[in-house]
């Protein structure tokens, strides 16, 4: 894989329309500096292209245009963005830093595909009650309330439902009827890559191949719909198992979060 060729292509067809998000360019008329993302559940700066002449001011133009969300927004930032020092200009802004994760691509029709361990099944999720057992899972292993996330998920899912070309699919992976493993795949129309996101596993099934399994069941689902290349940002565990799988490292990717000011007040 010619990787500087791949990271341009994610940079043009992904980042520069917001990921497949519809961002939208705070500066209308002017060639961005930035672009925007700001939905209900979930806002974020996801491309930037700066200098070390405007960054600061950028940075508290974005700040600013936030401010009145009342909640928590990111900065997505990847390791090739300027200037060099962007992420410490962020943290002096306020932001926080969360763990660095690696943006990792791999050509579809590369990569090592494996079928479901035995005694297990993996189907679709179309369904209040299908988003129920991915929360269920993401619950079980993060910690916390994912509600809002699955029921977001499940609107992305209602929106495309029936079309030829879905927007996104949500995969849970079935031990009879429990639900032991998930994950979803987004699909970027009009763009070479699909992107795998959300994969959790609960601890008493780990180390028996559902996340290779899950994985490769997205993969196939990408390859029927003409995709050519399949984007993950991996945390430190999965990185070494896509690898051995086919996928290339090409940047990293750090999200510094800034705290909507009831959020901060709660962590003092």
Request: net charge negative.
């Given at each position: ?54 960054a600061d001011e950028v940075i508290a133009a ?188 090409i940047a990293t990717t750090v999200p510094f ?12």
């Amino acid at each position: 894989m010619n990787t500087a060729a791949v990271l341009a292509a994610f940079d043009e067809q992904q980042r520069r329309t917001g990921e497949g998000e519809g961002a939208d360019n705070p500066e209308s008329g002017r060639e961005p500096r930035v672009l925007v993302t700001v939905k209900p559940e979930w806002a974020a700066v996801t491309w930037s292209r700066l200098t070390e002449a405007d960054a600061d001011e950028v940075i508290a133009a974005q700040i600013g245009r936030m401010s009145g969300l009342g909640l928590d927004w990111e900065w997505k930032y990847y390791s090739y963005d300027t200037p060099a020092d962007l992420p410490d200009r962020l943290r002096a802004a306020g932001f926080k830093d969360e763990d660095p994760e690696t943006l990792m691509v791999a050509d579809l029709h590369e990569l090592e595909l494996v079928g479901a361990p035995e005694g297990i099944r993996i189907e679709p999720v179309t369904d209040a009650a299908g988003i129920a057992r991915m929360v269920a899972v993401h619950d079980e292993v993060f910690g916390g309330d994912h509600r809002a996330w699955g029921d977001a998920l499940l609107r992305q899912i209602e929106a495309t439902a029936g079309d030829e070309a879905p927007g996104v699919v949500g995969l849970v992976a079935l031990d009879g009827d429990l639900a032991v493993s998930t994950g979803r795949v987004n699909f970027h129309h009009g763009t070479d890559f699909a992107s795998i996101w959300g994969g959790s596993t609960r601890p008493g099934w780990r180390g028996r191949g559902l996340f290779r399994a899950l994985v490769s069941h997205r993969a196939r689902l990408a390859i029927d719909l003409g995709y050519r290349y399949l984007r993950v940002d991996a945390a430190t565990m999965s990185r070494p198992i896509l690898q051995r799988m086919g996928f290339h490292e090409i940047a990293t990717t750090v999200p510094f979060i800034h705290h909507a000011p009831e959020t901060e007040n709660r962590h003092l």
